[in-house]
C-alpha cells in the first residue's frame, strides 16, 4: 500500500518548457488535489478533482492544467514554464469532504524553472 | 475570501521546554486540521477537531478548537528533538469542500 505517489521527484525546466507531473493513488479516494508549496506561503491549491472525468480550479490556476482521466491518477501540466512556477508541487487525496476531509500527501516534486 | 495565519513563524526552544502556536482567522470553519511536515516530505495528519471549545490530546501534544470555531491552538509538553518539523494548521470552509491552509510555523527543538 504505497499511498500517494508523485513523480517526479525533482525536475529542472528552461522557460517556455512544458512538462506533465503524475499523481497517483492507491486508496479508492474520489477526491484529488494539486497544490504548490512556497517559503512562508503555506500551501495553495492550484487545481481539484472529485471524481473521475472530473477537473476545478483552485486558488492559484493560472499557467497549470489538470486531467483525471482514471480515478487513481491525477495529472498536472505545465504548456509554458516561468520562472514563477519554481516551487513544490504536492499532491493530496482524501475519502471524503466535509468536516473530516482529511488529505493525504504525496512526498512533492521541487520543479525549478530556469 | 478565508485566511487561516500562524504564530509565531518560527520557533527555536530546548529539548524539555513547552511551546504553544496559533492558528487565527477572522472567518468561521467547519473544522481545523493540523499537520506536521518534515523536509523533503509531505504534510501528514496530527490531528482534526470539530467542535467548537473541543480539546484533544496526541501523546504531548493538546490541540484546542476555539469557541467561536475560529481559531485553534497547538500546546506541545517537554518538546523532543522529534518534535522538530513545520507545523501547518488547515481550515475546513463552513461551504466548501477545500482546505485553507495557514503559512505555517516552523519548529526546531534542540537537544
Known amino acids: 500500500n504505497a499511498g500517494v505517489t508523485q513523480t517526479p521527484k525533482f525536475r529542472v525546466l528552461k522557460t517556455g518548457q512544458s512538462m506533465t507531473l503524475l499523481c497517483a493513488q492507491d486508496?479508492?479516494?474520489?477526491?484529488m488535489y494539486w497544490y504548490r508549496q512556497d517559503p512562508g506561503m503555506g500551501l495553495r491549491l492550484i487545481h481539484y478533482?472529485?471524481?473521475?472525468?472530473?477537473?476545478a480550479k483552485g486558488e492559484v490556476p493560472d499557467g497549470y492544467n489538470v486531467s483525471r482521466l482514471k480515478k487513481q491518477n491525477f495529472l498536472l501540466g505545465l504548456e509554458s514554464a516561468a520562472p514563477s512556477q519554481t516551487s513544490v508541487y504536492f499532491c493530496a487525496s482524501s475519502h471524503s469532504v466535509g468536516v473530516y476531509n482529511e488529505q493525504f500527501f504525496g512526498p512533492g516534486t521541487r520543479l525549478t524553472v530556469l | 475570501t478565508q485566511l487561516l495565519e500562524q504564530s509565531p513563524q518560527f520557533l527555536s526552544i530546548q529539548e524539555g521546554e513547552n511551546l504553544t502556536v496559533y492558528c487565527n482567522s477572522s472567518s468561521v470553519f467547519s473544522s481545523l486540521q493540523w499537520y506536521r511536515q518534515e523536509p523533503g516530505e509531505g504534510p501528514v495528519l496530527l490531528v482534526t477537531?470539530?467542535?467548537?471549545?473541543e480539546v484533544k490530546k496526541l501523546k504531548r501534544l493538546t490541540f484546542q478548537f476555539g469557541d467561536a470555531r475560529k481559531d485553534s491552538s497547538l500546546h506541545i509538553t517537554a518538546a523532543q528533538p522529534g518534535d522538530t518539523g513545520l507545523y501547518l494548521c488547515?481550515?475546513?470552509?463552513?461551504?466548501?469542500?477545500?482546505?485553507?491552509f495557514g503559512a505555517g510555523t516552523i519548529l526546531r527543538v534542540k537537544s
Open positions: 486508496m479508492n479516494h474520489e477526491y
Open positions: 477537531v470539530v467542535t467548537g471549545g
Open positions: 478533482s472529485v471524481g473521475e472525468g472530473t477537473t
Open positions: 488547515a481550515g475546513v470552509a463552513e461551504y466548501g469542500n477545500k482546505l485553507v
